[in-house]
């Protein structure tokens, strides 16, 4: 495909393109001029193009509005602060043994003293039951990696509510940084992982007290081969610090995903969180819905039965059983959507047994590559290449025997409890591309399946309609579901395409999810969203939670980590005819016509 073909295709409805175009001609002007303001450059020396545009508007001001540093009083505060609960005064809690980091928080506590008060707490080497549900229940922050003399190494958020360095948020955020050339802040994002899984024996939620048992998808070990390789030559780090890293991933793995939690009788593996209760970082009134049905039931009111629950007064099995599996979603990052609620803790998931598979032949990539073959872990045991590619075919073979759906052609979820096999038509469906597990024929089986029910206006859903079903009062509208679009889901479905050779989809699927984000970009003054309505290409959004990032004045913004990322990693992915073509703002069903 041509442009000038597309150019052709879009003549006759030139009238109908023009009001958007003139909209986005004046909301080019503005954010050039906010622009040449922040960079002290002359407006001149900026991209002409939206697309280009946004590229360096990314590249030069999100990142930078996103890291976070401990270098002022204000800094050190904004850290510690967290929008998502209110109360007590904050703690920041020291890993047991790091005498460096609580001489570190005494200092900045000494600094901040006018301004917000702090209390500093060293952690038990054994974090039991008790203390972690009273971690549960407390806000503050977990210390971070440090220097070892006297800084705190600064970290990327998310953005807005998200003040913290999230798990696997990082892992694209750092593709993002890769793509734009901020080596040093993907490394920090390693660093501050390596020193998560050192103390708390695994890649946490985010470092909040209340997040102490929760992990993420595993993918740690992708991140530090993808920025090893990023590297030239003379930057590479010292042999010392990734060998460290390898350990610090054969620790997570063996602390956490081979764990008597984590592990089921089928031989794979399961999203599981060992806290108990109400999740502190939702927002009030959250689960009004299911304690309203228990209170009702006791003849009490709801906020009445909620608070006795939290105290343990009120025994109730089945809300032990529901927060379970909440809990076990959000370790997922999918929180939430209908394909998990109420049964996250007893599914074999498809795309958590895909990324270990991942995981495990990336640690044996980097133990040949680094390590000569072999490695003395943390724990003082050898750890061998050829074994950890023995797990990774063992790990295949079960999910091939349990999880492939032969009547459709894909991998889908199991449920151990039940033993059956639980379909959902879901944008995780295309890990296993991502992973390099899937054989030839099942990835085009997948492919050929899965894609035209997933894929909308505006790129991928995260699921489609049928599988998400009716919304109502009992099946609310989940922000993991359909109709909305998730640049995690993008960015892993277009290499996983392109790995199998699917370029002509992966081309077209990037080209809508920019072009989407581009588009609202360009109606909201250069805001990035956290998620997309990927049927109506909007950011406009209330499912569960806020849209972060859709709500802007008329100031350049920060965007969303991800979504920032996807936006750089897919424009250097885009052929030229179609960078050429988004920098003309075509519509896709111009430059796509005979695949819509």
Known sequence: MHLHDA????????????????????????????????????????????AELMQTTVRRVYWNRLQ??????AAVITAIKDDKVNGETPTVFIPHNDLTALRIWQLLQEETADIMRFTIEMLPQEIEDKTATRLGRMPGLLSMAHDGKDTLLPYHVPGARFNELYGWDSYFMGLGLLEDGNTEGVRNILTHQKYQIRHFNMIINAPRPYYIRRGQPPLFPSLLRTYYKALPDDEKPEPEWMQEAI??????????????????????????????????????????????????AAGMELREYQAAYLRNEIQNAELDDFFAHDRAGRASGHDTTNRLVGRAAHLNPA?????????????????????????????SETERADEWRNAAEKRKNRMT????????????????????QVRYHNATGLYPLWAGLATKEQADSIVRYLLPKLEQAGGLA??????????????????????????PHQMLAWEGLEK?????????????????????????????????????????IEAEYGNVGSKVDMKVGAGFGWTNASYQKGYALLDPQYKEALQALLPPDAVFAAHV
């Open 351 to 379: 795309d958590l047994n895909a990324l270990l598979y991942k995981y495990e032949t990336d640690i044996a990539d980097l133990l040949e590559q680094h390590c000569g073959g072999e490695l003395a872990g943390w724990n």
């Open 401 to 420: 025997e349990i999880l492939w759906d032969n009547e459709v052609g894909m991998f889908v979820d199991y449920d151990f409890k039940q033993n059956r």
């Open 462 to 487: 995260a699921s489609d309609e049928e599988s998400r079903g009716e919304v109502n009062v009992q099946r609310p509208l989940r922000q993991w579901d359909f109709p909305f679009g998730w640049a």
């Open 247 to 296: 350990q610090a991933a054969i620790h997570e793995y063996r602390s956490v995903w081979t764990d008597a939690h984590h592990s089921t009788p089928t031989g794979l593996t399961r999203y599981y969180e060992s806290a108990k209760g109400i999740p502190m970082e939702t927002e009030k009134g959250h689960f009004d819905s299911i304690f309203h049905i228990h209170a009702k």
């Open 68 to 73: 976070r540093k401990f270098d002022t009083p």
């Open 7 to 50: 150019k052709n295709r879009i003549d006759a409805g030139a009238d109908q393109l023009r009001p958007q175009l003139s909209v986005a001609d004046s909301a080019i002007r503005h954010i050039r001029f906010d622009l040449s303001q922040l960079l002290t450059e002359h407006e001149d020396t900026l991209p002409q193009n939206a």
């Open 500 to 540: 199998y050779g699917y370029h002509t989809e992966s081309q077209r699927l990037i080209y809508k999810w920019l072009h989407m984000i581009l588009s609202e970009a360009l109606k909201y003054n250069g805001a990035i969203a956290e998620k997309y309505d990927v049927v109506t290409c909007s950011q406009d």
